[in-house]
C-alpha cells in the first residue's frame, strides 16, 4: 500500500540558484526509466500480459484468493481499475470468482490452473525483465536502488 508523508514547502530560491534543468530532475528522470522498464517488460513478458495485469496475478499466487477489493489494495490499484484487470483476466481464463473461503458471504477472486501455469511463467520471466533493467547499474547500485524505491513507495 502506498503511503504518503506530508510534502515540504520547496526552498526558495535565490537569484544566483542553478537553472531548472529538465534532465536532472527526479520525476523525469522515474518517467524515463519506467518507459525503459516498461518497453523491456512488454517485450519479454509471456502472453502479453500487462505490467498490472501480471501484478495481480503474481499477488494471487503469493497471497491467494482475495476480494477484488483487497487485490487492488495489495497491488495499489483503485477499485475501477483493478475491476478492469480483473475482468480481462476472468476473460482469458486466468483468474475465476467464486466464495471466499474465510467468509462466504463475500465474493473471491483466484488463479485459475491456467492461471496458475501463466503465472509461474510470468515469474521466471519478471526475473529476467528486473535484469535487464537492472543490468547498467553494479550489484550495490541495484540493492540501494531498489531500498530506496521502497522508501519512495
Request: hydrophobic residues 45%.
Given at each position: 500500500m502506498l503511503r504518503h508523508k506530508p510534502m515540504k514547502a520547496p526552498p526558495v530560491r535565490s537569484p544566483q540558484a542553478a537553472p531548472y534543468l529538465l534532465d536532472d530532475q527526479v520525476g523525469f528522470l522515474m518517467r524515463v526509466a519506467m518507459q525503459r522498464h516498461t518497453s523491456i517488460f512488454m517485450s519479454r513478458m509471456?502472453?502479453?500480459?500487462?505490467?498490472?495485469?501480471?501484478?495481480?496475478?503474481?499477488?494471487?499466487?503469493?497471497?491467494?484468493?482475495?476480494?477484488?477489493?483487497?487485490?487492488?489494495?495489495?497491488?495499489?490499484?483503485?477499485?475501477?481499475t483493478i475491476k478492469g484487470v480483473v475482468d480481462r483476466l476472468r476473460g482469458r481464463?486466468?483468474?475465476?470468482?467464486?466464495?471466499?473461503?474465510s467468509d462466504r458471504r463475500r465474493r473471491a477472486v483466484m488463479l485459475t490452473a491456467a492461471g496458475r501455469?501463466?503465472?509461474?511463467?510470468?515469474?521466471?520471466?519478471?526475473?529476467?525483465?528486473?535484469?535487464?533493467?537492472?543490468?547498467?547499474l553494479a550489484a550495490s547500485e541495484q540493492r540501494t536502488v531498489v531500498r530506496l524505491l521502497k522508501k519512495l513507495a
Open positions: 509471456v502472453e502479453g500480459l500487462t505490467q498490472t495485469q501480471f501484478a495481480a496475478l503474481a499477488k494471487l499466487f503469493e497471497c491467494g484468493p482475495c476480494s477484488q477489493n483487497h487485490l487492488g489494495r495489495l497491488v495499489c490499484l483503485d477499485a475501477a481464463g486466468f483468474v475465476a470468482t467464486g466464495h471466499d473461503p501455469r501463466v503465472t509461474e511463467s510470468a515469474m521466471a520471466a519478471a526475473a529476467g525483465i528486473t535484469a535487464a533493467t537492472l543490468a547498467p
